[in-house]
């Protein structure tokens, strides 16, 4: 039985009456990857962050299987549902296996240590993700792709049902894009729901189960990949007109339709 | 483990420092004595009353002082996410010179300086956490109200100095401010105590929990943290020990900010090694220089000038060593 996590209604302004999100409603189910794509300031991440308990609607709610997200402790939520922030800048060099054992936070109380239970979920962590190898890396030491796998890694030790990730495909060559999304992909498959905040909508069309289109603050359209990441559904969203590639079989691709003809082909 | 091993290393290594220093002194005593003063054993009443009434009560306070600056300045230096940080950052320093001043000028009575140096230091932390708290509770905003307040309370400090009769009270507070044990008494080892033994197993136990507080605000959240009260408790232990070892010993300068980085270099990082590491690391320096403090010349050097003389290259060094692991500065 999938475990849901529904935002109904969902509404949240930074400032008063300037609503970043204008009553969102959208379902999240374990066992699929969900892609949030949008423009800058459509309200991605501000939903990221309401679904995920991190700020508190103005209005509407989120039901974790029925139950309101806002009835739960910080620490049973964090129990269900695990975040992956785009950066990660610690202030000291900690290895990445101390970085991964901190998602064991949920789990231990107040004045007592990690017991060998969470220990042993870090190293879990790491091999599911093929980081077993980076176990005493310092932090530092990692290139970009490894540290966004390796907080990765740490959402899974948080031992949630949910992952929430913020654009885990910024900044990364594509062959680091392609293992991070990868590797969401198979945890997905081992049944965790994920939710991803991107701006790759060819992304969304290799690696999404679910598609959701923000466009300010407001959900344009959602379903299958096929049917949301279609060149008028991104030219309403994004403003500019798209062209679809590779419509026969085999993967598609979508690409800005204004390609400057004029210069490249009349020196 | 090696590295647990490291920490075991560490943490004990006040113990043969502290025998050491019973020893020396303006009338040395053989490590036997020391022993038979320390077990009840068979020492001439003299030895006896030197060792557990005279060089204990100070050396135990030099111990005490030094593991409170340093884990209070690991603890800091995560908290802010700054590994510049120290005690002196949240005006605690200022505000317990300023508290100490006002009972030199008003009430001298040793236990009234260091109840006023005590009260003073908190204060100055109350201050720059209301300000912070009115603000939003961020790092950067509680930066900012320290440094306002510790420059505003120097200030004042400044204007108690002024008022003071420069042939007394002045050079009380200024021989104060320098930092130094030589005027501990047994009956100001009481508070010390307390304080310590309050703070310093506070954050033993909670030693892991502090890696969380040096990720960003919204990371801790997410991993089930209650940002806010958690650091505004961590930061108040904190403040405890800072304060109350400052009471104690004046300004003694560098110990928050140098021990805690020379425990990271040795054991890492990691709060659940680096704070035992740190305690034991700042007891023994104190212990250790404070035994130099009192024997190097025949007057007694301040305490506050020893760490100060080594704390700026020891500092150079580790800078250094902190440059060439990040790769240069951002």
């Known amino acids: 039985m999938a475990v849901r996590l529904r935002a109904g209604g969902l509404v949240y302004a930074y400032i008063p009456g300037r609503p970043v999100l204008r009553g969102i409603t959208l379902e999240l189910r374990s066992g699929e990857t969900a892609f949030l794509l949008g423009p800058n300031g459509s309200g991605k991440t501000t939903f990221l962050d309401c679904i995920g308990g991190l700020r508190p609607p103005a209005e509407g709610e989120v039901l974790l299987d029925d139950r309101p997200l806002g009835s739960f402790s910080a620490r049973e939520r964090a129990q269900q549902v695990g975040y992956v922030p785009q950066f990660h800048e610690p202030p000291f060099n900690f290895t990445a296996w101390e970085v991964v054992l901190m998602g064991r936070a949920p789990y231990v109380r107040w004045l007592s240590q990690p017991k060998e239970r969470d220990r042993r979920a870090a190293d879990e962590a790491l091999a599911a993700l093929n980081l077993a190898g980076f176990r005493d890396r310092p932090y530092y030491t990692l290139s970009g792709g490894e540290r966004r796998l390796v907080l990765v890694a740490r959402g899974l030790a948080q031992g949630a049902a949910f992952l929430l990730l913020d654009e885990p495909d910024a900044h990364l060559d594509p062959a680091n894009q392609h293992r991070v999304l990868l590797a969401v992909q198979e945890v997905v498959g081992e049944g965790l729901g994920a939710a991803i905040t991107s701006h790759s909508p060819n992304n969304a069309l290799l690696y999404a189960d679910r598609v959701a289109l923000f466009s300010a603050g407001e959900v344009l359209a959602q379903g299958a990949p096929g049917e949301v990441v279609t060149p008028p559904l991104l030219e309403r969203a994004y403003g500019i007109p798209f062209i679809s590639v590779g419509d026969g079989p085999g993967p598609r691709a979508v690409l800005p339709a204004d390609q400057r003809p004029t210069r490249s082909r009349n020196p | ?330």
């Open chain 2, 1 to 330: 483990m090696k590295r647990s091993a490291l920490v075991g290393g560490l943490l004990l290594l006040p113990l043969p420092v502290m025998f050491f220093a019973l020893m020396v002194g303006r009338y040395p005593i053989s490590p036997g004595e020391v022993f038979a003063a320390l077990t009840g054993g068979e020492v001439a009443e003299v030895v006896r009353a030197l060792v557990l009434r005279i060089r204990l009560p100070r050396i135990g306070a030099a111990a005490l002082v030094g593991a409170n600056l340093a884990v209070a300045g690991a603890v800091y230096q995560g908290v802010f996410r700054n590994p510049l940080v120290e005690g002196r950052l949240l005006g605690v320093s200022s505000g317990a010179g300023l508290g100490a001043a006002l009972a030199f000028l008003l009430f001298p009575q040793p236990a009234v300086v260091q109840a006023f140096a005590f009260a003073g230091g908190a204060l100055g932390v109350a201050l720059t956490a209301l300000l912070g708290w009115t603000f939003g509770g961020g790092v950067l905003v509680l930066v900012i109200a320290g440094v306002l307040v510790d420059s505003f309370l120097s200030a004042v400090l400044g204007l108690v100095k002024y008022a003071a009769d420069p042939l007394g009270t002045l050079p009380a507070i200024t021989y104060w401010l320098l930092g130094g044990l030589s005027g501990v008494r047994v009956p100001d080892l009481l508070p010390l105590g307390i304080a310590s033994g309050i703070g310093l197993s506070f954050f033993l136990l909670a030693r892991w929990r502090l890696n969380l507080l040096t990720l960003a605000d919204q990371e801790a959240e997410a991993l089930g943290v209650r940002v806010r009260p958690t650091r505004f408790l961590v930061v108040g232990m904190g403040t405890l020990l800072v304060a109350s070892a400052v009471s104690v010993s004046g300004t003694v300068s560098w110990v928050g900010l140098l021990v805690p980085h020379a425990a990271r270099a040795v054991v890492g990082p990691d709060y659940a090694r680096l704070l035992p590491a740190a305690a034991g690391l700042g007891a023994a320096l104190v212990v250790a220089l404070d035994t130099l403090a009192r024997t190097l010349l025949t007057a007694e050097i301040p305490l506050g000038i020893l760490t100060g003389l080594l704390g700026a290259p020891l500092f150079l060094v580790l800078f250094l060593r902190f440059l060439r692991e990040r790769g240069g500065w951002r």
